[in-house]
């Protein structure tokens, strides 16, 4: 069955940045919203990024204009480019596909990729 595999994380100093990957291991056959989420250790796992299923995107306002969000749908792939990375922003980074014309029960996560960033 269709799996989300991300890819990319990694340790990084203050200021520097990574790009994570969401593969997609086979064709998705609706158009989903591809979320990002991180989660911290004793914290609430919150919100980064979606690209929605007509391409429009949004962010979190802490990582608005340091993070980009893509996709390549040739490759199943959305992407998340971190630049200016700060230590708050380390976490566990998890992709989700869901919503946009998926049937309500489809949804997709992936195993997670973690991003450690030292001051």
């Known amino acids: 069955h269709v799996q989300l595999v991300e890819s990319g994380g990694g340790s990084v100093q203050a200021g520097g940045s990574l790009r994570l990957s969401c593969a997609a291991s086979?064709?998705?056959?609706?158009?989903?919203?591809m979320t990002w989420y991180r989660q911290s250790p004793g914290r609430e796992r919150e919100f980064v990024s979606v690209?929605?299923?007509?391409?429009?995107?949004s962010y979190e306002d802490s990582v608005e204009g340091r993070f980009t969000i893509s996709q390549d749908n040739a490759k199943n792939t959305v992407y998340l480019q971190m630049n200016n990375l700060k230590p708050e922003d380390t976490a566990m980074y998890h992709c989700?596909?869901?919503?946009?014309?998926?049937?309500?029960?489809?949804?997709?996560w992936g195993q997670g990729t973690q991003v450690t960033v030292s001051s």
């Open positions: 989700n596909a869901e919503g946009g014309t998926c049937p309500s029960d489809f949804g997709l």
């Open positions: 690209i929605d299923s007509d391409g429009r995107k």
């Open positions: 086979e064709n998705i056959y609706c158009d989903y919203d």
